[in-house]
């Protein structure tokens, strides 16, 4: 997967997320998802920027692999 296949990816769950939460009636189904997406999402952006990252250091981004969920949302801001 290449920046703009991720970067496609994360507009496409982007605009998903904020179909659900403009929608009037919040569904636990819905609320399920959407917790979903923003874990996807931050898998997404962690990707992106671990290949910028890479390609910064003179390395291969196409070795930047996906890390677990729990990893990235245990990081710190």
């Keep these: 997967m290449d ?7 994360i507009h496409a769950l982007v605009e998903e997320e904020h179909a659900l939460r403009n929608s009037g009636e919040h569904t636990e189904e819905q609320r399920a998802r959407v917790a979903q997406l923003e874990q996807d999402l931050d898998q997404l952006w962690d990707l992106l920027r ?8 003179g390395n291969d981004p196409d070795e930047a692999q996906p890390r677990p969920e729990p990893q990235v ?4 801001q």
């Design 3 to 9: 920046d703009k296949d991720i970067r496609s990816q």
């Design 50 to 57: 671990q290949r910028d990252a890479k390609r910064q250091y």
């Design 73 to 76: 949302e245990n990081y710190l």
